[in-house]
């Protein structure tokens, strides 16, 4: 199993219509690559004070569903 794991950190430009939007292009990723075995993504909780603002994690049964 591969778990393939993105954070991001927004700067204070990005709007909460940009948020919408990525979230809703990503929750089409799943059905549009079949080699993923399972898939999240939302927003951080902010219980750190350094912790990122939003995270993707994409599980894939081997290396080359993920390098595909």
Known sequence: MIRHVVVFRWNDSVTDEQLSAMSAALDALPAAISEIVAYRHGPDLGLAPAT?????????AN???FAT
């Open 63 to 65: 290396v080359d569903d």
């Open 52 to 60: 990122s603002d939003y995270s993707i994690t994409a599980d894939f």
